[in-house]
């Protein structure tokens, strides 16, 4: 008759199979739930109940999605949802979370439940708990891409993520960089201490690498006492140059090994991407090809592939002849990036930036004859000369009747050095009748903490002719946050490296909200470098930050294209998020 139960336990009255069924769902090892078609829950057993945390009351009359985590791929419901409206059985995994928080993956089989019209009245699951499971697969993929020494990355998951990057990148996306580190005369230091304490230094070493270098940058181990870094996303040589200058100062505070000082020294080879290959073993070959002219030179510093080998036929000695006539024939350019307020939306700022127009090989980015210009010392006249031409810029256009701009120019450590410095830089302000007050100097935190005393000295007769003060790069250096407050400067930039994943990554959120929070507290301006996205702008926004300067607004572009921008009134669109208001 129709509504009876079929006849399935032969020797049980029909009356009691009932009873029959419900202990065998409450006693069974699998978890079981029933939810309406709108996915309310309608039952759930004692396996469930306890693989959950929820008590069934908790349970029962919720959604399903009660359960969710948020990581299980959209697809997936898609799917699911697609397979259950055509009537057929579903089978999948999703990432839940316990009523306690905890996150488990679960395997699911999902089938429609059909009255005797055909028509689907509910949903019936049965779900195991795959964490378990999930925890040896993990703990075996660990193994695989781990050193068992240093705990680091090995070389095959270190390949693995250089394959991504290059994957990921397009004709627009920024350079990425490779560092092969190699300890120098590490041989010598095991054969004399033993190969326990050889271990003991790399692992070490591998703490020093790993708690000074930024979150985003990979640190892995090849093998012996080589070591690979990977700097993903690069806009501005000068970032590789301070890493592996950062690297470098890692080894001048003596290892501690069993009682014994030992000082250790490295070499390292920098390849980048694309110039240097565009695919894995290409990089890597030319990281050990820069490492061997690293030891070449005395070891104890770093080397850079391209400076050799870029363009193939484009010699070093060639490449610095061309360098020190350059200037003399007119071949180097001044680009402009804009600085924005986040409160406003106009420019308020720009950052001077140096091009090469070189006559055989065109427009040069900084990339390829910076290193070159700081080994050779011709990074002083250039520098100035950027400074002259930059400062004669600035105060053009304040002539021709554009609002008054903040002008940024970097300043290198040779740079920093020289005994004229103050002199020179007042004497170039004087020929250009650019007012001080106008004119920004970035310095690195390197720079900072290389002589404090005689830094602070610089930089107070600096502040005291009106010139403002930026350290560049902020995060990415070893400042001592009691010395910060002793210098007296205006700006901290926080470095691309850290804003690009802000809004997905919560150490670098983190790290940006306290870097803001500080800069407040010292009552410092703070600018966000490479800001890319709308997503970048807005957590910065929620944030009330005060200047971005990246892509998202403009690339750094010659002075005509730059006095456009001026004369357009281009600005960024109104703020995002609660506190919007329009603007005028």
């Known amino acids: 008759m129709p509504g009876s139960l079929p006849y399935f336990l032969p020797g049980v ?24 078609q709108d996915m309310t829950i309608v039952y759930v057993n004692e396996r469930y109940s306890r693989l959950t945390g929820y008590k069934p009351e908790e349970l029962v009359g919720q959604k399903a999605s009660i359960l969710k985590s948020g990581l299980t791929p959209l697809k997936t419901y898609q799917d699911m949802r697609t397979t259950l409206a055509a009537g057929q059985a579903w089978r999948g995994e999703f990432h839940n979370r316990k009523k306690n928080s905890d996150l488990y993956w679960e395997f699911a089989l999902i089938s429609p439940l059909k009255n005797q019209q055909g028509e689907i009245t509910h949903y019936l699951g049965l779900l195991e708990d795959l964490s378990e499971r999930q925890r040896t697969v993990t ?46 005369r590490f041989k010598i230091i ?71 000082r030992v000082h250790l020294t490295a070499s390292l080879g920098i390849s980048l991407a694309p110039e240097d290959g565009s695919t894995v073993q290409a990089l890597l070959q030319s990281a050990d090809a820069a490492l061997y002219d690293a030891k070449d030179a005395g070891r104890n510093n770093y080397k850079f592939f391209k400076l050799k080998n870029f363009p193939e036929s484009f010699e070093r000695l060639s490449l610095e002849n061309d360098l020190r006539t350059a200037l003399e024939r007119q071949e180097m350019r001044v680009f402009y990036q804009p600085q924005v307020s986040l409160d406003s939306g106009k420019i308020v700022g720009m950052e001077a930036l140096v091009r090469w127009q070189h006559p055989q090989h065109g427009l040069l980015a900084p ?13 002083v006249p250039l520098g100035l000369w950027i400074l002259t031409m930059a400062c004669d810029q600035c105060r053009t256009w304040q002539k021709a009747g554009y609002p008054p701009l903040r002008l940024a120019v970097n300043l290198s450590a040779r740079q920093f050095l020289q005994p004229e410095l103050v002199e020179s830089i ?30 602070i000295l610089i930089l107070r007769w600096l502040k005291k002719k009106g010139i403002q003060i930026a350290v560049d790069d902020f995060g990415t250096g070893y400042s001592s946050l009691t010395y910060l407050n002793r210098f007296p400067i205006d700006t901290l930039k926080i470095d691309q490296s850290f804003v690009r994943d802000c809004p997905n990554n919560s150490d670098n959120a983190t790290l940006v909200s306290a870097i803001r929070s500080l800069a407040k507290a010292l009552h410092l301006r703070v600018i966000a470098e490479g800001v890319e996205t709308a997503e970048q702008l807005e957590f910065l926004s929620g944030l009330r930050g005060e200047e971005i300067q990246g892509f998202y607004f403009s690339r750094p572009v010659p ?16 703020r995002i998020g609660p506190e919007s208001s329009p603007r005028h």
């Not at 009255?13 to 939810?35: D, H, N, R």
């Not at 990339?367 to 990074?379: D, K, M, R």
């Not at 007050?437 to 404090?452: G, P």
């Not at 002075?559 to 109104?574: H, I, N, T």
Request: aromatic share 8%; proline share 6%; net charge negative.
């Open 13 to 36: 009255p029909p009356g009691e199979q009932l009873f029959f069924f419900a202990q065998a769902a409450e006693q069974s090892p699998v978890s079981m739930v029933i939810t309406q």
């Open 139 to 184: 703990i075996f993929e660990y193994m695989a891409n781990h050193d068992s020494l240093t705990d680091l990355p090995n070389q095959v998951y270190f390949q693995a993520q250089l394959e991504r990057a290059l994957a990921a990148r397009s004709a627009q996306s920024p350079q990425l960089a490779v560092i092969l580190l190699d300890i120098d």
């Open 190 to 260: 095991t054969e004399t201490l033993g190969h326990s304490p050889g271990d003991g230094l790399l692992c070490a070493l591998a703490e020093r690498l790993v708690s000074a270098l930024p979150k985003n940058m990979l640190v892995s181990r090849r093998g012996g006492d080589e070591f690979l870094i990977l700097l993903p996303g690069i806009e501005h040589f000068q970032t590789v140059v301070k890493t592996a200058q950062q690297i470098l100062t890692l080894f001048q505070e003596p290892f501690q090994q069993d009682g014994n």
């Open 367 to 379: 990339v390829h004859f910076i290193p070159l210009a700081e080994e050779t010392g011709l990074i």
């Open 426 to 455: 007042l004497h170039i302000l004087m020929e250009t009748d650019l007012e001080p007050r106008f004119l920004e100097l970035e310095i690195t935190e390197s720079i900072l903490m290389k002589d404090i005393n005689m830094t």
């Open 559 to 574: 002075p005509d294209e730059f006095e456009q921008l001026l004369r357009d009134g281009k600005q960024l669109p109104a």
